[in-house]
């Protein structure tokens, strides 16, 4: 096992807001390895931007990281100066946003906020910073880079300034990207156009991706390891092929089957969760999942699950788990 | 720089402006022979020939109707006529002597408005909610709950008594304006008062406005990227907030340029505004309508500039 890129341990962060304090992220950890591409999922509010913005200490007023640690390459981030945390951002752990019209400066030349995170983090001549970024653009597969870089973000389509952001972020080879869902915003053909940019820039420059999306679909074309959020938790962890067979934690599990399929039956109805996302202000007792899970039992009220392992390099916070909840016999009171 | 289209659209506001020009001053010039009385009347009454001479020589006995297009046809010549009351004095260059002198102040003014305001509205919004906030919001609100000649008594007070008492005569502000051109202290006091209601207001919509930008996502992008906080502040979001206070900047230019009469006569400047009240006293009507006219053509240019900045400062807008 190699040593991981990125380690995160016992991760909260929390927003102090005047109806209290809302517990975004609560004590996630992960590990990272280069190269790999990990996959967070789960719906709105679930806490996976956050986690997201966290490991860059991007969080802004009134969240704070409160606990845990988030180790790259043996520093703790949590702890570093604004400093050392700015030397990091962009070079060595980049980020790209969900939506590309609002994370681009729209007066500024998308060339020149390429240069500018060129430069952030080197010293060199503009001359050089520019044909860095018409390469870069060329490596995204921007046509006729050479013009298209004196053009503002409002000048470029949805999905080219998707990749322009691609571009910013690769500016340094970083060797981590987190991408916060990267093709939401986008229309379909062009988001499959992104994920095989990104599952390109993984292969051929061993860039390790983490993907943030409320979309399995997404998570199945690109990602080799996935981890599922809810309420600020991770509920369920383990490799892709995995988690979409055999799903342990019961929102995992509906998840997978509010996608609508086109191998399965047509009388079968999709599938959704009934309720919404919990208040994570006062959260529920035992497992938070519990309100809208159809296949709980007494002890999910009072007992939070933590997570264990339920397979081959697969982790499910949950005391009953679909192996059991399907099982013909009705075994379920455990 | 500039593109055709942009040379076009610059070619018809100038246009549009000598219409507007033509237009005021024709309203101005009615007006004034409407009033009662006439140039003359401030004048020991010479003897009758001697009145129909000078009323000959100023062409006020001929009728309205052609009285006005003599002044027009000099007006588009830049011929704004002769001074009642100054006998021989030509008025387009007096005001345009003047006009230097009002706008020394009138920079100095804008410098304050600008400079000081958007000074206090970032330092303001980067700085929210602790006292550096209050201290710049407080500083604001007194600036435009005060008129500016309110503030230029205080000023006078401090520097031209208070500074003078408290040095021993060695260093103070000195009011009254030798020569054409004032020294850099003679500008920097009127030019505070004249600009410092009007930074308030910059202060206030820059705060604003900033508060709003510091939450954008391309200033989280910018943050990713490893900028430092400086630039991100400054290069990302001070330049999207002056956007709306860019908006602004045609009105307050009217603010200075109206403001300036009040605070011209208080500090004894012979600029445009000292001229503007002394030739309503004196009846001198001519140098009344060259005056709005010229004000005219000084307020449609700021604004013509005003929006040739929006292309500056945002690339979205084209003409």
């Known amino acids: 096992m190699t040593q991981p890129a990125l380690q995160v341990k016992d991760l909260k962060t929390q927003f102090f807001t005047d109806d209290g304090v809302v517990q975004a992220v609560d004590g996630v950890s992960f590990d990272l390895h280069p190269g790999e591409t990990l996959g967070i999922v789960g719906e709105s509010g679930c806490g996976k931007s956050v986690t997201a913005l966290s ?11 409160v606990n845990g640690q988030i180790l790259f390459r043996g520093d703790d981030i949590v702890t570093m100066s604004d400093e050392e945390v700015r030397e990091i951002r962009g070079k060595d752990i980049a980020m790209i946003f969900q939506d590309p019209l609002s994370s681009l400066n729209p007066v500024l030349t998308v060339g020149f906020q390429i240069e500018e995170a060129i430069e952030a983090h080197r010293k ?29 973000p409002h000048q470029f389509s949805g999905g080219m300034r998707q990749r322009a952001m691609i571009a910013m972020g690769l500016a340094n080879s970083p ?5 916060d869902e990267p093709t939401t915003a986008l229309d379909v053909t062009v988001q499959a156009q992104i994920l095989e940019l990104l599952r390109d820039l993984n292969q051929d420059l061993n860039t390790a991706i983490i993907l943030i999306t409320h979309n399995m679909g997404v998570v199945a074309s690109l990602c ?44 079968d109805r999709l599938l959704s969760i009934e309720g919404f996302p919990p208040d994570l202000i006062r959260p529920p007792h035992g497992c938070r999942f519990n309100p809208r899970c159809q296949f709980k039992i007494d002890r999910c009220l009072h007992d939070d699950p933590p997570l264990m392992n339920v397979g081959p390099d697969q982790d499910a916070a949950c005391w009953v788990t679909m192996r059991r909840a399907l099982a013909p016999n009705g075994e379920r009171r455990g | 720089m500039f593109t055709r ?9 100038l246009v549009l402006i000598v219409f507007t020009a033509v237009a005021v001053s024709s309203i101005v010039f009615l007006g004034v022979h409407r009033l009662p009385g006439d140039a003359l009347l401030n004048e020991r009454r010479p003897d009758p020939a001697a009145e129909a001479a000078l009323l000959h020589y100023y062409h006020l006995d001929l009728p309205l109707p052609e009285q006005y297009v003599r002044y027009v046809t000099g007006l588009l010549h830049g011929d704004l006529g002769e001074s009642y009351v100054n006998r021989g004095v030509q008025i387009t260059p007096l005001l345009l002597r003047e006009a230097r002198v009002s706008a020394e102040v009138g920079a100095a003014a804008l410098v304050f408005t600008i400079g000081l305001g958007v000074l206090l509205g970032v330092i303001a919004a980067v700085r929210q909610n602790t006292w550096v906030d209050y201290l710049a919001t407080t500083t604001s609100i007194i600036g435009y709950s005060m008129p500016n000649f309110v503030i230029a008594s205080l000023l006078f007070l401090l520097f031209g008594v208070a500074l003078y008492n408290w040095t021993g005569g060695a260093l103070f502000y000195n009011s009254g304006w ?3 051109y004032g020294t850099l202290d003679q500008i920097l006091v009127p030019g505070f008062a004249l600009g410092f209601p009007y930074a308030s207001i910059v202060a206030r919509l820059t705060r604003a406005s900033m508060l709003e ?34 908006t602004i900047l045609g009105p307050l230019v009217i603010g200075i340029v109206t403001g ?51 292309t500056v400062i945002d690339p979205r807008i084209r003409y």
Request: aromatic share 8%; glycine share 6%.
């Open chain 1, 55 to 65: 490991i860059l200490r991007l969080v802004q007023e009134p969240g704070r990281i």
């Open chain 1, 224 to 267: 080799t390891r996935v981890l599922v959020m809810y309420a600020g938790r991770v509920v369920e962890e383990g490799p892709v092929e995995r988690i979409f067979k055999e799903p342990q934690h019961p929102y995992t599990w509906s998840l997978l089957q509010s996608i609508p399929r086109l191998d399965s039956d047509r009388h």
């Open chain 1, 175 to 179: 060797s981590i990207l987190i991408a």
């Open chain 2, 178 to 180: 030798t020569g054409s």
């Open chain 1, 124 to 152: 060199v001549p503009s001359k050089m910073a520019l044909s860095r970024a018409v390469e870069l653009l060329k490596q995204v597969r921007i046509p006729a880079a050479e013009s298209r870089v004196h053009d503002y």
């Open chain 2, 5 to 13: 289209g942009a040379l076009l659209y610059i070619g018809q506001r």
């Open chain 2, 260 to 310: 300036s009469v009040v605070i011209e006569n208080i500090f004894g400047i012979p600029g445009l505004g000292k001229e503007f009240a002394a030739s309503i006293l004196n009846r001198d009507y001519n140098i009344v309508i060259g005056l709005f006219t010229f004000y005219a053509i000084i307020i449609a240019l700021a604004n013509l500039l005003v929006d040739l900045l929006y």
């Open chain 2, 213 to 246: 930008v510091i939450r954008q996502d391309y200033v989280r992008t910018a943050r990713a990227k490893g900028l430092t906080s400086r630039v991100v502040i400054v290069r990302h979001a001070l330049r999207n907030a002056l956007i709306p206070v860019v």
